[in-house]
């Protein structure tokens, strides 16, 4: 599963990476042709990777073994969570010749990739949490992955809708979609607000798929 | 229950202490009031119709459910207070095989060991030891998903024990295995119950009596009887009951077996005529004269078990008649 996903990621990435420098006539040596489309796979792929953790446990009967083993429910999400965290960090590691490329046939700034690349994991972190929150929802993986999906997307487009409402409230949108905090890592600024917003998405998701979890010993 | 207390209760030898047990599902109220104690080194069978309470009691006692009311002690450790160190001590086979399909028995094994928290070296050996016990060294290095039902249930058996508890809770361990897979399994569960307290689930009555000890007998969420197996059938076994399948007019068939001197009973359920008599008796011959001298064609006759419905409204109504 994991594998078929990078495979496809990387695919997809790669093909969005080369068609944006064909497209600039080979001038702007930047990963922007990959980050575009990047970003969006990896609120698609956060929501694939993660739609099956709790879902699938719970329909195999596993989720009973987990729930009875002397472990607390919150290690079993930080278990799921940063296991995931390992596939996405690998598939973004694939996806690191592209800056290679860059750097053996032209001259590309540094700085904007590698704050990209941290912006890119956590965008991952935050969509990864929101994924195993869904998938600890519903013991169907497709329920999961569509809520997650919702969810991903929903937060996602706020920001569009933030831009088209008058302040304050436009902003105050605006500050709570996951959009409106990556641009800054694309340009190279790594802002404490950007950083501290995807972490507390993080922390805020993985803390309600525990509770999710303690509640339904409760039911 | 209000005056539940934050002591342990002095046990006596007590490893399993259900006390005041409820557990609703929304409206619907499936384990009510229960309490019952199960001694060290007991095998217990925990008996009732599908729907009885048993899986929530028993999901109650492993902690993947809280009750409702009631505390559950399980070696000394408060179920609710204490969870963790209450699991460390038992060993749980859910009615669903708790399977990862795509590991292999070996690697199943070690994740349940590690799940445990046993360290890797610890768990090979016990891998070693369990495999032994369960009869599964053909299969170590097998999918899970690949082996036929008797042989997860052999791993599931497998993965309870793993961390070689104390208490072992198995939820319908024989349900879908064949016959000779039963055999095997049951020598497996009284032999794991020479060093452990077992407690287990069934709806059929005969493997209770050949496993263990003593029985709870459960029926709606309540207790209907709790007893060793020995006392239990005699209360159970009072009467013997033959049933016949005749070639003649019903009615007078009836009639006619009606005179039989140490009939107690007769009924008529189409196609078959159920008589009873006290159980010392051997009513045959009497049975065969008589269909004989009327010239009816005796089809079948065979001495029937109680089935489990006829032992809950038989405890059922005896509960009523002591009330």
């Known amino acids: 599963m994991a594998y078929i996903v990078s495979a496809i990621f990387i695919g997809l990435s790669g093909a969005s990476f080369t068609t944006y420098l064909a497209q600039s006539s080979y001038s ?4 922007r042709g990959f980050l575009e489309t990047g970003q969006l796979l990896i609120l698609l792929f956060s929501a694939l990777l993660t739609m099956r953790l709790i879902s699938e446990e719970r329909k195999l009967g596993t989720w009973e073994l987990l729930l009875t083993a002397p472990v607390r429910e919150y290690e079993i999400v930080l278990g799921k969570f940063f296991s995931s965290l390992l596939v996405l960090s690998g598939m973004l590691i694939l ?20 704050t990209s690349y941290l912006g890119l994991l956590l965008l991952g972190s935050a969509s990864l949490a929101i994924g195993i929150f869904a998938s600890s929802l519903t013991p169907n993986q497709i329920v999961a992955a569509v809520v997650a999906g919702g969810i991903l997307f929903g937060l996602w487009f706020l920001g569009m809708v933030g ?15 996951l959009s409106q905090h990556f641009p800054g890592f694309v340009r190279g600024v790594v802002d404490t ?25 409760w039911r | 229950m209000a005056d539940a207390t934050d002591e342990q209760p002095d046990r006596g030898g007590e490893v399993i ?3 005041s047990l409820s557990k609703s599902y929304g409206e619907r109220l499936a384990v009510d ?29 492993t902690g993947y459910l809280i009750p409702t009311e009631g505390e559950i002690w399980v070696a000394d450790c408060n179920i609710r207070k204490d969870p963790l160190k209450a699991r460390q001590h038992i060993g749980y086979l859910p009615e669903t095989i708790p399977l990862y399909t795509e590991m292999t028995t070996r690697a199943y094994l070690g994740f349940a060991g590690k799940l445990r928290g046993l360290d890797s070296k610890v768990a090979q050996r016990r891998i070693d030891e369990v495999v032994e016990v369960c009869q599964l060294e053909e299969y170590l290095d097998v999918l899970t998903g690949k082996l036929s039902k008797g042989f997860r249930q052999r791993v599931g058996l497998a993965q309870a024990i793993i961390h070689d508890p104390e208490v072992l809770i198995l939820d319908e361990p024989t349900v879908g295995i064949d016959p000779l897979q039963v055999v095997q399994t049951k020598a497996m569960i009284k032999e794991l119950g020479r060093k452990r307290t077992i407690l287990l689930s069934t709806h059929i009555l005969p493997e209770v009596s050949l496993i263990c000890e003593r029985v709870i007998i459960i029926n709606q ?20 009951q033959l049933r016949l399948r005749v070639n003649g007019p019903s009615d007078q068939v009836r009639e006619s077996l009606s005179k ?7 009924s008529y359920h189409e196609p078959h005529h159920l008589l009873e008599f006290e159980r010392d008796q051997e009513p045959q011959a009497e049975v065969n004269q008589v269909l004989a001298k009327e010239g009816w064609t005796l089809l079948s006759m065979e001495e029937v078990e109680m089935s489990l419905e006829e032992i809950f409204v038989k405890l059922t109504k005896a509960a009523e008649v002591e009330a």
């Open chain 2, 33 to 61: 009031n229960i309490s019952f104690t199960i001694g060290k080194g007991e095998i217990v069978g925990f008996l009732g119709p599908n729907g009885a309470g048993k899986t929530t009691t028993m999901r109650a006692i």
């Open chain 2, 260 to 266: 039989i001197e140490m009939l107690l009973d007769v």
């Open chain 2, 17 to 19: 202490k259900v006390a």
């Open chain 1, 95 to 114: 996806t690191l010749y592209f800056p290679i490329l860059l750097m053996i046939f032209g001259d590309p700034d540094t700085g904007p990739i590698l």
């Open chain 1, 163 to 177: 831009n088209l409402i008058p302040q304050p409230v436009g902003e105050i949108l605006s500050y709570f979609s």
């Open chain 1, 28 to 31: 702007d040596t930047s990963i």
């Open chain 1, 193 to 217: 607000r950007d950083v501290v917003y995807y972490l507390s998405v993080t922390a805020v998701f993985l803390f309600l798929s525990v509770r999710s979890i303690e509640t339904e010993r």
């Open chain 2, 221 to 240: 969420g309540k207790i209907v009887a709790e007893d060793n197996i020995d006392n239990l059938s005699k209360i159970l076994n009072t009467r013997k």
